[in-house]
């Protein structure tokens, strides 16, 4: 069974400081991806990560892919509140699972005003 | 525009009685997903079509079914709902290629009474 360990699970902060979630794992993905998810809605994906030491920004959004592929991180800078939601790593194809999911548990980010 | 729909938002059903979720994607993706999610926990992959061919989980009760009919349409059919299938189910299609997201819909919250 693959595992990919999220954390933190629970973040709490205040309008322009700066985060880091990270997500780890014993197993080697083929890709990383991350997700955001709000209340009553699906995930909408943020960015996929392929190459080990991969390094995409999306606005104030940081994805970094581990040079082993096997961990991730995703930086966050001067959050604002409509960053608030469910942060989701995912990898695909370990184990030889080539067209499967593996979700992290998933960190609920609340920026304060 | 929506480019994958999940029909109905909600679904409010009577323990015991037959209950189906319906997907539709106007991606004309290959593989098409269904997850079930509760209450602050990772998404969970109950089963995917790679075109026709269907894969289960291990760990996926017999109580859980699918359909594709055809590209665009993948039905999740719960035979016997108990009230611990009470979760949103999401689902979810992509094209092959670690480069590639997956589009989830916004989800079915099934209500077990």
């Known amino acids: 069974t693959q595992l990919l360990e999220q954390s933190p699970q629970f973040l709490s902060i205040q309008e322009g400081e700066n985060l880091t979630v990270y997500c780890n794992s014993s197993?080697?993905?083929?890709?990383l991806q991350w997700y955001r998810q709000e209340p009553g809605e699906g995930p909408v994906l943020l960015v996929t990560?392929?190459?080990?030491?991969e390094v995409k920004k999306l606005k104030r959004l940081t994805f970094q892919f581990g040079d082993a592929r096997k961990d991730s991180s995703l930086h966050i800078t001067a959050a604002q509140p409509g960053d608030t939601g469910l942060y989701l790593c995912?990898?695909?194809?370990?184990?030889?699972?080539?067209?499967?999911?593996?979700f992290g548990k998933g960190t609920l980010l609340t920026v304060n005003p | 525009d929506a480019m994958v729909i999940q029909n109905p938002r909600y679904q409010v059903t009577q323990f015991g009685k037959p209950v189906t979720l319906s997907c539709s994607q106007t991606?004309?993706?290959?593989?098409m997903y269904w997850y079930q999610q509760k209450s602050s926990q990772a998404p969970k992959l109950l089963f995917h079509y790679y075109d026709k061919d269907f894969n289960n989980e291990a760990d996926t009760p017999d109580n859980f079914q699918s359909r594709r009919p055809n590209t665009s349409f993948c039905f999740l059919d719960i035979r016997s709902p108990g009230l611990g299938d009470a979760a949103m189910y999401l689902c979810?299609?992509?094209?092959?290629?670690?480069?590639?997201?997956?589009?989830f819909g916004s989800g079915t919250r099934l209500t077990v009474v």
């Open positions: 979810a299609t992509r094209l092959p290629g670690h480069s590639y997201g997956y589009t």
């Open positions: 991606l004309n993706h290959n593989v």
């Open positions: 995912a990898g695909e194809g370990g184990g030889g699972s080539n067209y499967k999911l593996t």
């Open positions: 197993s080697v993905f083929s890709s």
């Open positions: 990560v392929v190459t080990g030491g």
